[in-house]
């Protein structure tokens, strides 16, 4: 199985910051590494698949970037609503797997 | 506007079985593939298993450590995809969420799911 890492698992900031958000996997998934982002209560929202392509009606603010086994979301000038859990997950063998999450919150 | 409605969940007993049932709205469910999802807060997000639409085969895929407890199915008629679970345990207490899965044009790799329901919440306990 493939296990991803994401860290920090918390990260603390103020809304206009910058959040970078890291995900490491325990073996290559190419470009096939997707990020979603879950508020309390809610289910995941997808943001980013195939580690850059941004989902349809997903703000700019966030970007995505890595191949192999390292890779990052990026977000610019964090919005009150950014603030939330963001998990990744691999696509490239079964099982389908998710990383731990990164909390952002507000500082 | 697509929408993913579950239904089922509930306080079951260990050893006992559940059915979740999700009925899809707003895309043409024929073609499309669907997955479960569940998420526990001991466990975070676990990917469940997987149905290919019927026009591609139909065919499922779970997760290994599931014991062969799970079995996913779909009626086209109904725009609806069922999730059997059998001999629950404490451990399978958790949100279960339906998902439709993508994979891109050609299908390199495997899925994505960018469409998540509100969930159904499965509890486990004697």
């Known amino acids: 199985e493939i296990v991803l890492t994401q860290s920090p698992a918390t990260l603390s900031l103020s809304p206009g910051e910058r959040a970078t958000l890291s995900c490491r996997a325990s073996?290559?998934?190419?470009?096939?590494l997707t990020w979603y982002q879950q508020h309390p209560g809610q289910p995941p929202r997808l943001l980013i698949y195939d580690a850059s392509t941004r989902a349809t009606g997903i703000s700019a603010r966030f970007s995505g970037s890595g191949s192999g086994t390292d890779f990052t979301l990026t977000i610019n000038s964090l919005e009150p609503e950014d603030f939330a859990v963001y998990y990744c997950?691999?696509?490239?063998?079964?099982?389908?797997?998710f990383g731990g999450g990164t909390k952002v919150e507000i500082k | 506007e697509v929408q993913l409605v579950e239904s089922g969940g509930g306080l079951v007993k260990p050893g006992e079985s559940l059915t979740l049932s999700c009925t899809a709205s707003?895309?043409?469910?024929?073609?499309?593939?669907m997955s479960w999802v569940r998420q526990s807060p001991g466990k975070g997000l676990e990917w469940v298993g997987r149905?290919?639409?019927?026009?591609?085969?139909?065919?499922?895929h779970y997760a290994v450590p599931l014991d062969g407890r799970f079995t996913i199915s779909r009626d086209d008629s109904k725009n609806t995809v069922y999730l059997d679970i059998n001999r629950l345990t404490t451990e399978d207490t958790a949100m279960y969420y339906c998902?439709?899965?993508?994979?891109?044009?050609?299908?390199?790799?495997?899925?994505?799911?960018?469409?998540w329901g509100q969930g159904a919440q499965v509890t486990v306990s004697s």
């Open positions: 998902t439709r899965s993508q994979c891109g044009p050609g299908c390199p790799g495997l899925n994505w799911f960018d469409a």
């Open positions: 997950q691999q696509r490239v063998d079964w099982p389908l797997s």
């Open positions: 707003g895309f043409t469910f024929n073609i499309a593939w």
């Open positions: 149905i290919k639409s019927n026009y591609d085969g139909g065919t499922t």
């Open positions: 073996q290559s998934v190419s470009k096939y």
